[in-house]
């Protein structure tokens, strides 16, 4: 540090610290390194996150996945036309059938693989040329440009930071346009604490842009057309409208999201269906996930 007799610090701090920095109450020489290693180009924002859809289809040219995927589409035609069940055939012969749950695995993990292989290497390719595309772009006096992908984000979240960060002077606003700001703010995050997204969905739902002029969600159907929302979340009013329809890609899917609602087997004082619009009571589970079926066309 520069004084006569500093050796005496090496008692408090080790001589191998930023005392400097310790003295001078600034962050640490180690601190600042760790913040620029977290700030790196492999966190770049505009790198790809996700897959194309033609580059996902292409995965499925892949031979062994294709060889898998047919081996494993042979076995439940065999297992369909013997038992015409799979349930019936995982009771009647559980070798056939847990070889066929062992190829429908091995097919999942393969597409896995193959996905995170052809992730990795898009994101390579990526890092590896993006200094070139740069300097190109510099050297043409274009500016790189980058649109993030915003569809994940609640619109009423989007209005509210592009009101909260406006970038203006206070001093030259008047007092009246500030407090109605702040009236705007305010409704805005009461509305946010009503609406609720579940946790598993807020990476899935795609939200649409703002309309101009606001219009009540449509009244979901009695009878869903396509049979893949899930009828607890239709019921529940604190969740985003986006969110409480969302329809999910396979029957698998909704029948897991399904069971982490832990409904009893059992409704004492008997349940509603949550279905808007029906007053059919149920007392059962499967009575309730039958009437579902039944009635409006959700397989559960």
Do not use: W
Request: hydrophobic residues 30%; positive net charge; proline residues 5%.
């Amino acid at each position: 540090m520069g004084h006569q007799r500093s050796g005496t610090f090496a008692y408090y701090v080790s001589v191998r610290d930023d005392t400097q920095s310790a003295f001078m109450e600034t962050p640490a020489r180690d601190a600042l390194l760790k913040l620029a290693c977290n700030s790196s180009l492999t966190r770049d924002a505009s790198a790809p996150q996700h897959l194309t859809e033609p580059q996902r289809r292409s995965l499925e040219n892949d031979k062994e996945l294709d060889q898998l995927k047919r081996e494993c589409q042979a076995l439940r035609n065999d297992l369909i036309a013997e038992f015409h069940q799979l349930n019936k055939a995982k009771c009647a012969d559980a070798g056939r059938y847990n070889a066929f749950l062992i190829l429908q695995r091995r097919v999942k993990a393969r597409r896995k693989k193959i996905h995170d292989e052809a992730k990795e290497r898009v994101r390579n390719e990526f890092f590896e040329n993006i200094g070139n595309h740069i300097i190109d772009q510099n050297y043409q006096g274009t500016s790189v440009k980058f649109q993030p992908d915003t569809s994940h984000i609640q619109p009423e979240r989007k209005e509210l930071a592009e009101l909260e960060f406006k970038n203006r002077d206070v001093d030259n606003i008047d007092d009246a346009e500030l407090i109605e700001d702040r009236i705007r703010s305010l409704e805005l995050r009461l509305r946010l604490h009503g609406l609720h997204v579940p946790k598993s969905l807020r990476k899935r739902v795609k939200f649409e842009s703002m309309p101009a002029i606001k219009t009540e969600p449509q009244p979901f159907p009695m009878k869903s057309v396509t049979g893949l929302e899930c009828p607890v979340c239709l019921g529940v009013t604190d969740i985003h409208p986006t969110a409480k329809q969302f329809r999910y890609s396979r029957k698998n899917g909704l029948q897991k999201h399904f069971r982490t609602h832990k409904l009893p087997q059992i409704f004492p004082n008997g349940r509603q269906c949550d279905i808007p619009g029906c007053s059919e009571v149920l007392f059962r589970l499967p009575e309730y996930m039958l009437h579902q079926a039944e009635c409006h066309q959700i397989i559960l």
